[in-house]
């Protein structure tokens, strides 16, 4: 499988979504919801993917989808 080095997430503070350079461990995917994400939902689905064995990125992706859904679902 191709490695890519962006993303496209829902960014809960802008709430929309956008690409964005993918972080290459934990402490920078927490670093990033900290700075974008007003809800712990997003943090707590993060930590719960990741002890599941997903990937950073996908636990991020997943984080951003809880986050949209916690806004009521908006689309972008």
Do not use: C
């Amino acid at each position: 499988m191709a490695q890519y080095d962006h993303m496209r997430w829902y960014n809960p503070k802008l709430r929309r979504f956008e690409w964005r350079k993918m972080p290459e461990d934990d402490a920078g995917a927490l670093a990033l919801l900290a700075s974008a994400s007003p809800h712990e939902v997003a943090v707590a689905t993060y930590r719960e993917w990741r002890a599941l064995g997903a990937s950073v990125t996908a636990s991020l992706i997943r984080a951003g989808d809880a986050a949209r859904n916690h806004d009521g679902g908006q689309r972008s």
